[in-house]
């Protein structure tokens, strides 16, 4: 079991102003849209000076033998298998929790996107670090992209049960809600298959060939 | 430019102190309040559009509403009775069903319904079945506004039909779903009556049900 902390993310405004976006908007169907205005900007980048004061990153990981691992069909073509799980820790969440209370909407959802794009960050920070660090495992293998509980046919509730029953979070200060939640909300888990039959595809490129058009999650 | 105009403008621009001027300058001039929260009232309308359209970012459509809302907590006082009732679009319960935390998308569907007219009692995040329909019931409410932000959770918004159906109050509230993980045919399949997928969308959803 390997806990990490301080993992340095970069934060970079594009991935900030798409959270910021309309779903709806031309820029998101790949068109071209309006420029964030220079207060926009101004406030994302004082607002991420914010954020990274507060923002601690921590993240704990083991790699296990998939063969007892639950659902089969998620788990069933490959050999070992990491699960992981990180964080942004606390304080950023009870930042955007103060300003939206006192009615700073505008702040709120800044600062809300900015630590959710920190969380993602965090996440692909962490699983370079893990490549990284097995990679005496990995050379051998394939091994998927990351995939999450609520992704790629497999249940927030299944997942989160699986991923917090074999790893000690609370060394990271995460915990699980009784709805499955993770608290702090800007947290991430995960697990990457790693075999010789493994489908490289699946985890998070596995969206832009997935059948389910109309799946919740889908990015 | 003419007061209205600039009423319009300061929603446009979120600007929230000269909105405020605005509202406490269309008092002073004895102003058909009316017509000045009808100027107002079209530019927040055509600021959700803007977001629509990518043309606003959300931080932007925010200010608007907070503009919005502070015109309107000066000239809300000086309405009689009677207009604050026919300008309200419909009474609206809120919150984040119970064992979910996530507060910020009905948050912001709070506060665009409220810049839109309709009068909002939000409740927060975490909230029991049981006090949706207490609340509801108390203000006499047309619309229940449920949000879910996880599969684990959105068995509350079915908890809560099921609640109104065996109550037999379902035909008293229309039911309008929130949340990432929400999709029509959830909508369907527990019996609500519709979603929308951000707070623009929200407010004209909402204003079609108040119609039928």
């Not at chain 1, 630590?115 to 893990?130: G, P, V």
């Not at chain 2, 959300?58 to 009677?82: C, I, N, Q, Y």
Request: net charge negative; charged share 30%.
């Amino acid at each position: 079991m390997r806990i990490l902390e301080q993992i340095g993310i970069s934060l970079d405004n594009q991935e900030i102003l798409q959270l910021l976006r309309s779903k709806n908007s031309s820029a998101q169907k790949g068109k071209a849209s309006k420029e964030p205005s220079p207060q926009l900007l101004d406030d994302i980048e004082s607002l991420k000076k914010e954020a990274l004061e507060l923002i601690e990153t921590k993240a704990i990981y083991e790699v296990f033998t998939s063969k007892d691992l639950l659902p089969r069909h998620l788990f069933e073509l490959s050999e070992k298998t990491i699960l992981a799980v990180c964080s942004i820790s606390k304080a950023v969440e009870d930042k955007i929790s103060k300003q939206m209370d006192k009615g700073e909407l505008a702040q709120g959802v800044i600062l809300d996107a900015i630590a959710s794009h920190a969380a993602e960050e965090t996440a692909s920070q962490l699983t370079k670090i893990i490549l990284e660090e097995n990679k005496e495992i990995l050379h051998k293998n394939k091994y998927t992209s990351r995939f999450s509980p609520g992704y790629c046919r497999w249940s927030v509730e299944d997942g989160q049960k699986l991923i917090f029953s074999l790893l000690p979070v609370e060394a990271i200060k995460v915990k699980l809600s009784p709805s499955f939640m993770m608290i702090p909300r800007k947290s991430v888990s995960f697990a990457i298959n790693i075999g010789k039959r493994v489908e490289k595809d699946l985890g998070i490129k596995e969206c832009v060939t997935c059948d389910l058009d109309d799946c919740d999650y889908r990015r | 430019m003419a007061i209205f105009d600039e009423c319009k403008e300061a929603i446009i621009q979120g600007d929230i102190d000269r909105a405020r001027e605005l509202a406490n300058q269309a008092l002073a001039d004895k102003l058909d309040l009316n017509m000045v929260i009808d100027a107002f009232s079209e530019a927040i309308r055509h600021v959700g559009d803007l977001f629509d359209e990518g043309e606003y970012f959300l931080p932007e459509l925010m200010r608007s509403a907070e503009a919005m809302k502070a015109a309107m907590a000066v000239l809300t006082p000086h309405l009689t009775t009677g207009e604050i009732e026919t300008r309200s679009l419909g009474k609206v319960v809120i919150g984040t069903i119970e064992g979910d935390i996530h507060d910020i998308g009905k948050t912001l569907v709070a506060s665009m319904l409220a810049a839109e007219g309709f009068e909002v009692y939000d409740l927060g995040a975490d909230v029991p079945v049981a006090t949706f329909i207490e609340k509801a019931l108390e203000v006499d409410a047309q619309l229940i506004c449920i949000s879910a932000l996880l599969t684990t959770t959105m068995v509350g918004q079915k908890k809560l039909i099921e609640q109104l159906v065996k109550q037999n109050i379902r035909d008293r509230f229309k039911v309008l779903l929130g949340g990432a993980p929400v999709s029509k045919n959830w909508v369907a399949e527990i019996g609500a009556d519709g979603t929308a997928e951000n707070a623009i969308s929200a407010v004209k959803l909402a204003k079609e049900l108040m119609v039928h």
